[in-house]
């Protein structure tokens, strides 16, 4: 896993190299890698030059080129501009020639343009302009797939990736940098940052607990446990604000989790039974040892608490991860992403078994019968999702007051929610191509409209519900709002505890347990199962990464935070209990993350070992 943040330029623009148009000192760059076999670089044209009216000396224009891929006509039409540039200094005329006469040049007519350009002929004479044109045409298409740009038009506003709509208003906006799209651009760094969801979590956590220690505290408390739902004539559904927090926001981040394991089965990490193997083995290693160690040391009235240690917070191990950059091999980042995967599915079976209340039968029956509805809908092809949502939203009710706990019910809904066969795209794309081009034809001779008729819109957005299944659709959609609202509020509302020593008094075996379980069972299990396993010849460790550095990466795992609390609020009614097995969650997970940290760290290359260290 890495980051997506847009990546900068590279090479940064510079006068002496690259074609500028405009003046060169001036404030706004605008940057395009385009093909003059693309159509929709030929539309493009047309909004640069009305930029440029705009703009005046505040911008200047660079073109790259990026021919399309597979077609030599592309490559031939940017050689011919380069060579235009090489030989006459012509660049800049050529372009907009071959931007007036593509993007389908009839036989011969490239070298008519360079007739009418009075270019000289590809002689022996000019041959180095020759291979200096080609060249310069190479140097940027490598340059576009190292600023990260993958189709034509892409462009870049004074060296960072612009992502919106290539139209002159949206275009104008970002280059005159409007406080609403500083903002959005802003965001979409943030959240593409890999760190982000796991920064959001500690600053959540971080404030809950410096409010609970201070005189705040106990109002603070109380407020999460101020009653709110819903009053129709003489009957109400009321909780705790806190149990809509931790059995309805948290349903989504089940709902999330769920479907990202769905995903991974279907065509991710855990999709072949070779790729799958040594990251299961070692999962289901890092939850036995850690429960049997906590069981060993805090036996008796605490052993319910079990279930803390078996489960990895994701977003702080990945968060983690991503900080070390290279220091983590790819390969490695994908065991982990994949171990902590198999974590949240059984930690999701865990609290629907163990950690549910009394089970009302007649509820019990509604939940199963409403699933097996979400189920026919999905087998008869019904792909709308407000069906399901609707569905999901009775399955909670039921499951709720059914005794089991209601977050299950993001579960069922990921498992219910349809994917679809894979989508033909090269017949897909050429639909889409024909109502655009029909919608084209009709603006030209059509009067007083002011966009695409409400038929071609209807069509492609038939088509592009079709390229993305429903469940692809839905993970999109809502995981944001799982790693950047529910997941922080989560924190607010359980991670706040006095510290005290008097919450130690009595309760020391209660912490030792969790964090010998979560920073000393947990790296054990996992790095001796995966021996094991690789030893038995049934998986294979990938020569990657070193056995050190799996053992890095499993005492990282040994991070509990978001499920480790969610079930300690299950399992221990006392407040000085919860307490102190909060303090234990945290110290865990701060000794695990420096342990695996320091273990990382070394820069070393992966050897191909058989033991571990």
Avoid at 38 to 47: E, I, L, N
Avoid at 474 to 492: G, I
Wanted: aromatic share 8%; charged share 15%; with cysteine.
């Amino acid at each position: 896993m890495t980051s997506d943040r847009a990546r900068p330029l590279v090479p940064p623009v510079d006068v002496a190299r690259d074609h500028v148009l405009g003046a060169p000192g001036a404030p706004i760059t605008l940057v395009e890698y385009g093909s003059y076999s693309c159509p929709f670089c030929h539309a493009a044209h047309g909004v640069i030059a009305d930029l440029r009216d705009r703009f005046g000396d505040r911008m200047r224009y660079v073109f790259r080129h990026l021919p399309l891929r597979g077609s030599d006509e592309a490559v031939t039409a940017a050689a011919l501009a380069e060579y235009a540039g090489e030989t006459a200094g012509k660049f800049w005329e050529a372009h907009d020639a071959l931007m007036r006469r593509g993007p389908v040049f009839r036989p011969g007519e490239l070298d008519a343009i360079g007739a009418e350009l009075g270019l000289p002929p590809h002689d022996a004479a000019h041959s180095a302009a020759t291979r200096a044109a080609a060249a310069r045409v190479q140097e940027d298409t490598v340059s576009a797939r190292q600023s990260g740009a993958l189709v034509t038009p892409t462009f870049f506003i004074n060296g960072r990736r612009f992502e919106g709509a290539w139209d002159e208003a949206e275009l104008s906006e970002a280059m005159l940098g409007s406080l609403g799209h500083r903002l959005h651009a802003a965001t979409l760094d943030f959240v593409r940052w890999g760190p982000s969801s796991g920064l959001m979590l500690l600053v959540a956590s971080t404030i809950a607990i410096a409010i609970w220690n201070t005189s705040l505290g106990p109002a603070f408390s109380s407020w999460w446990h101020a009653p709110l739902g819903l009053l129709l004539g003489g009957g109400a559904f009321t909780m705790p604000l806190i149990d809509w927090v931790n059995h309805g926001l948290l349903t989504i981040f089940f709902l999330v989790v769920a479907l990202e394991i769905k995903r991974e089965l279907a065509v991710g990490r855990l999709a072949s039974r070779r790729a799958a193997t040594l990251p299961i083995v070692a999962s289901i290693g890092g939850m036995i040892a850690p429960a049997i160690l906590y069981l060993l040391v805090s036996p008796g009235p605490t052993d319910h608490g079990w279930g803390m240690t078996i489960t990895t917070d994701t977003a702080f191990a990945v968060a983690l991860v991503v900080l070390l950059g290279r220091r983590v091999p790819v390969d490695l980042r994908v065991f982990l992403t994949a171990a902590v995967i198999v974590d949240d599915l059984v930690g999701i079976a865990v609290v629907a078994l163990f950690y549910s209340g009394a089970l009302d039968p007649g509820f019990l029956v509604a939940s199963v019968l409403v699933t097996g509805l979400m189920v026919a809908l999905n087998r008869s092809g019904v792909y709308a999702a407000l069906p399901y949502a609707l569905l999901g939203v009775l399955l909670w009710a039921c499951l709720h007051d059914a005794g089991v706990h209601a977050t299950l019910a993001g579960v069922v809904l990921a498992v219910a929610t349809p994917t679809r066969p894979p989508a033909n795209l090269h017949a897909l794309m050429a639909q889409a191509q024909t109502v655009i081009e029909a919608e084209t034809r009709a603006g030209g001779e059509a009067v007083m409209r002011h966009g695409p008729s409400e038929p071609a819109l209807r069509a492609l957005d038939a088509i592009h519900d079709r390229i993305e299944s429903p469940a692809s659709k839905v993970l999109r959609s809502v995981e944001p709002w799982s790693s950047y609202v529910v997941l922080p509020v989560f924190a607010l509302a359980n991670a706040g505890v006095a510290w005290s020593a008097a919450l130690m008094e009595g309760h020391g075996r209660l912490v030792t347990a969790i964090v010998l379980g979560l920073a000393v069972g947990k790296p054990l299990g996992i790095l001796s199962f995966s021996w094991l396993v690789v030893r038995l010849g049934l998986a294979e460790k990938p020569s990657s990464y070193s056995w050190r550095q799996l053992c890095g990466a499993a005492a990282i795992a040994g991070i509990g935070f978001t499920m480790s609390l969610f079930i300690a609020e299950r399992a221990f009614r006392s407040s000085e209990e919860l307490g102190a097995a909060k303090i234990g969650v945290f110290a865990a997970s701060l000794v695990a993350g420096t342990v695996g940290t320091l273990i990382l760290w070394p820069r070393a290359e992966a050897t191909e070992d058989t033991e571990p260290p």
